[in-house]
């Protein structure tokens, strides 16, 4: 019984954000349909959903700006709600627009954000320092606010953000407004984060998370349909992961690709002079790839390609939030080895 508790309590110790059946009506309006996830230390995970699938509610539940109707949030193993204060002291929130106050400077602003947050004193001046470097805004410390471009601004949230340090750090939207160039020195300093911070990243724009994310949550109506590392959330159910140029004859061709253990199914278009380009849809870690062999063998085919090959994040997405496939999946808890 010692040894089994020491191990639930080490498991729990390397999630710096538990969400447990967490559930959010409106009135009449479900907006979350019990979602449960994890996020260990050191993560970066992006959560994905369309305009209205609960992704927004659900960012400003875990910040502790919404309560929930039902269900649990835990931040380092402190209830997001029993204990809110405490929690918030580990959380840096930077809503996808960020409310500054236009008539401070910079450098004011967050002295006056690192003293809310209880900072100490003496730590304030650098602890500003270490996040205005971080975000690139050292030359803009003696502006107004409200000079600032859009980018600029924004850069100032995740500045704000940052103070503290906080354990969980929860962006919505934080490249909204920014260009080209900019856009990508946010990743940079997201991607940067992981070791230190653990990171929660809402984004309508799938490079990003394939980008600066180690696993992507989607949500669609309301629940959790998604959960799973990035490089591996092609290989979801039915994922399409083999490609072939086949040249034989197209109905026998047809045929025994189908009958493939663990092909869901075949597509096929013809190249000319009895060639054929066939891709199939095969079940989660299945490799299709010596069986298809050996038929093509059996059969006297010609074998001219083949691949496996991965859908984007955008392919998985739309899978997951449309049709048959948008049922939820279980909850997918942080891996292991987090550490």
Wanted: aromatic share 4%; proline share 6%.
């Amino acid at each position: 019984m010692r040894r089994r508790a020491s191990e639930e309590r080490a498991e729990a110790g390397r999630s710096v954000l538990r969400v447990q059946e967490v559930t959010k009506r409106y009135g009449e309006v479900l907006a979350l349909d019990r979602i449960s996830f994890e996020i260990g230390r050191g993560e970066v995970v992006g959560f994905l959903g369309a305009n209205g699938a609960g992704k927004t509610t659900a960012m400003r539940i875990i910040a502790g700006f919404v309560p929930p109707s039902s269900g649990r949030v835990t931040i380092e193993n402190v209830d997001a709600f029993a204990d809110p204060l405490a929690a918030r002291r580990l959380i840096g929130y930077l809503p996808e627009s960020a409310a500054l106050y236009p008539d401070l400077r910079v450098g004011e602003y967050l002295r006056f954000r690192a003293r809310l947050k209880g900072v100490e004193r003496r730590r304030r001046a650098a602890e500003v320092a270490r996040a205005a470097e971080l975000c690139g805004i050292e030359e803009v410390l003696g502006r107004p606010i409200e000079v600032l471009s859009r980018g600029f601004r924004q850069r100032v949230g995740l500045a704000d953000a940052l103070l503290g340090p906080p354990r969980l750090l929860v962006l919505d939207e934080p490249t909204a407004g920014l260009d080209p160039h900019q856009v990508r020195q946010v990743r940079e300093l997201i991607r940067s984060l992981g070791p230190q911070h653990t990171v929660l990243l809402s984004t309508h724009v799938l490079s990003e998370v394939e980008a600066v994310c180690s696993r992507a949550l989607i949500i669609h109506q309301g629940r959790i349909v998604a959960a799973e590392p990035v490089a591996r959330a092609a290989r979801g159910a039915a994922g399409c992961d083999l490609e072939a140029e086949l040249v034989g004859p197209a109905e026998e061709i047809d045929a025994v690709l189908r009958a493939l253990p663990g092909v869901a199914s075949v597509q096929r278009r013809a190249l000319g002079g009895g060639a054929h380009a066939v891709r199939l849809c095969i079940e989660e870690q299945r490799d299709l790839r010596e069986p298809l062999g050996r038929a093509a063998l059996a059969h006297g085919w010609v074998v001219r390609l083949l691949r496996p090959v991965r859908p984007s994040l955008e392919e998985v997405f739309v899978r997951c939030t449309a049709g048959a496939d948008s049922q939820p999946h279980a909850p997918v808890p942080a891996p292991a080895g987090a550490a």
